[in-house]
């Protein structure tokens, strides 16, 4: 039967029964291999509901799929292995001199593929383009943008493409993978008068109430970094640091929050802060000003006549 359609065929596209027999099994190969990835795909969507492992199990299979498919393909249409020698050499001279940046963005989504420096739901920063990465492809991957024109690490609703070879050529930096917490400072700055001291008490209760709750679960999280990686921190709670400036004390609030959650824990630390100041008489938020002194009236003592 497949020698009459082979037959057929021939004669109908006026094509040789050897070009009829390979066009067949090119088409047989990929009826197969959608088939199967459609089986598959069912069966994950039948076993669970999660979209990030639905996701993945999607992206997977397509790999499998492509990585079956062109060898396959290559060799329907290849069949004597010297001709496939000079046909693989051919292709690969002229894709290495036409073809350099998707090659290097072939190369890099391998890399990502295998070293896994950056996952789906990461939060990255890959030159000035900074955002939550939403999908991968074998020439790039895809954040949504934070930051920009909003302040604080705030969506801004924008998807931006990147190459995959920017892994090769600047660096990439990972807020919530290995380590998936920031450190934070929030500058409260004081008149010389106030009772800094005071101050210093108060803003760590505040940061005590607000971020320590973090803490155990910082631990925790060093602890798995530190079997990867040289990340060391001997104190994790939150810490208050005094300088001073030309208006005034600064007091520094340094603490440990979740990425996502800055701008939150920022707002409510700050919120705690002006109640506090409100409430307490010997405070006051300090601001450039200038002082003017009238000769003979003010200033020291021994300056006024």
């Known amino acids: 039967m497949l020698e009459a359609l082979n037959e057929w065929l021939s004669n109908l596209f006026a094509v040789d029964e050897q070009t009829v027999k390979q066009l067949l099994s090119t088409a047989l190969a990929i009826v197969v291999l959608w088939l199967g990835r459609r089986?598959?795909?069912?069966?994950?969507k039948r076993q669970t509901d999660d979209v990030r492992v639905r996701y993945r199990w999607a992206k997977v299979s397509t790999y499998v799929v492509v990585a079956i498919a062109v060898p396959l393909i290559v060799l329907i249409w290849v069949a004597d292995l010297g001709a496939l020698g000079t046909f693989v050499g051919l292709v690969s001279a002229g894709l290495v001199v036409a073809l350099r940046d998707i090659i290097l963005n072939m190369a890099g989504w391998v890399y990502i593929f295998m070293k896994r420096p950056i996952f789906v739901g990461?939060?990255?920063?890959?030159?000035?383009?900074?955002?939550?990465?939403?999908?991968?492809?074998?020439?790039?991957?895809?954040?949504?943008e934070i930051g920009n024109w909003v302040d604080a690490d705030q969506s801004t609703g924008r998807i931006i493409h990147l190459p995959n070879r920017l892994v090769f050529e600047t660096a990439l930096a990972n807020y919530t993978h290995g380590f998936p917490f920031i450190w934070n400072e929030i500058n409260v700055l004081i008149t010389f008068e106030s009772n800094w001291r005071k101050l210093k008490r108060l803003l760590a209760e505040i940061a005590e109430e607000h971020v320590d709750m973090l803490n155990e679960k910082a631990q925790r999280s060093v602890r798995e970094a530190a079997s990867r990686y040289m990340i060391?921190?001997?104190?994790?709670?939150?810490v208050v640091y005094t300088d001073v400036k030309e208006s005034?004390?600064?007091?520094?609030?340094?603490?440990?929050?979740?990425?996502?959650?800055?701008?939150?824990?920022e707002t409510a630390v700050?919120?705690?802060?002006?109640?506090?100041?409100?409430?307490?008489?010997?405070?006051d938020l300090a601001y450039?000003?200038?002082?003017?002194?009238?000769?003979?009236?003010?200033g020291p003592p021994e300056q006024r006549s």
């Open 122 to 144: 990461d939060r990255i920063q890959v030159k000035e383009h900074a955002g939550d990465v939403i999908d991968f492809s074998l020439l790039q991957f895809t954040i949504l």
């Open 270 to 283: 700050w919120e705690a802060i002006l109640d506090t100041i409100e409430r307490e008489h010997d405070l």
């Open 39 to 44: 089986i598959v795909l069912r069966a994950v």
């Open 288 to 298: 450039p000003t200038v002082r003017v002194y009238k000769q003979g009236e003010d």
């Open 248 to 265: 005034g004390v600064q007091l520094t609030l340094r603490y440990l929050c979740e990425p996502r959650r800055r701008r939150g824990i």
């Open 232 to 238: 060391f921190y001997r104190n994790l709670t939150p």
